[in-house]
């Protein structure tokens, strides 16, 4: 049995460098044209073409989202584009049209064509259809609980992909025009404005029924799939998925760091006690700014989707990035205010997390400091062990010392 395959997003090179060094086996990414994440930074060829060689490096893939619902305009230089990607050594395009899965089997050959969850398949009859125009893996809805995917898996042959992690979306598999119907920015052809992340007030006539600091969203909270990563893995499904291309450096890092060590502790050891699933879910806390919950996966969505206020800031564990060392010296980049006598942790690609107590802050000219409180500023820190460039630094408990 092959191992699992863990997918992670990115938005940009940078980000995409760092899901691979933090334990990703697959990066999907999306180039400037022809995707749904307009917002991110996105990939032209020649970034995709960096991303690809530095994969290579680490044993990984990277895989180009082609998935916007595209009219007639937006099909102008899909064929070149698709036979580019294939040539600077793209693994699989992901795409939710079946016009452009058919030109990619007609103009590429090497390359994999995955499905996207967009085109909500539910079942093993229309993963057999599609496999029929040359779907080589599908993303499955993500409206589907355990047993549904279990049942679909055990009468398919073509690979799965599951989304395990991220936002989820308000309507069916992301088929929403409420961007289009408020902003005229259209959702599926990646202009999507997050229109249900907006505050609501709800009237009956002219009684408005929402208090000031009780509007509600219409999104739902975040997926978080951990209890049935176990049942997945057992289950043989292919790739396991985190959302989140417009995410941060820091939330990739952590959240790619923290599923791959479950993975491995899991093929390692046959098992996972629950004090080590109660480990990973204070692992994901650290880098979470939403909500929650296991989504579909039980089978009932245990949450209203017309939700009470959800307020979202972003996390303040993350303190810098390791950017340069010189001996027990390290550069940081400062993203979040700390303190002389903290203490921090170092959440490392290679190694076990540790946490040591700052000591020592100097600024680029040698000079002490006691707080750190402009972000980008950059400070040398005194550091009792081994770390490395591209480490990331987060608040620690005084407990881990």
Known sequence: MSKIELLAPAGDLERAKIAIRYGADAVYIGGKRFSLRARASNFDVADIAEA????????????????????QEDLIGIEDYLKQLEAIGVSAIICSSLEIVGIAKKVTTKMEVHLSTQQS?????????????GVDRIVLARELS????????????LPIEIFIHGGMCANYSGRCTMSNFMTLRDANRGGCAHSCRWFYHLYDNDNELTASDRLFTLASCDLLALEYILKLIDLNVTSLKIEGRMK???????????YRNLIDEYYQNKQMPRSRIDHYLKEFAK??????????????????????????????????????????MILVEVRNRFVLDDVVEVLSQTQTNRCFKVTKILDEDLNPLEICNRPMQKVWLSVPFEVNVNDMLRRGDEDAL
Do not use: C
Request: proline content about 2%; glycine content about 4%.
């Open 52 to 71: 690809v060689i530095f994969a290579q490096e680490y044993n990984a893939k990277i895989y180009v989202t082609v998935n916007i619902i595209p009219h």
């Open 121 to 133: 398949v539910t079942n093993s009859k229309a993963m057999k259809f599609y496999q029929g125009q």
């Open 146 to 157: 355990i047993e549904e995917i279990a049942l679909t898996q055990a009468n398919s042959d």
């Open 248 to 258: 941060s450096a820091y939330y990739i890092a952590s959240v790619v760091k923290t």
């Open 287 to 328: 880098a979470e700014n939403r909500l929650a919950a296991d989504g579909y996966l039980s089978g009932r969505y245990k949450e209203d989707p017309i939700s009470a206020l959800r307020k979202t800031s972003a996390s303040q564990e993350y303190i810098g990035m390791i950017i340069d060392q010189n001996d027990d």
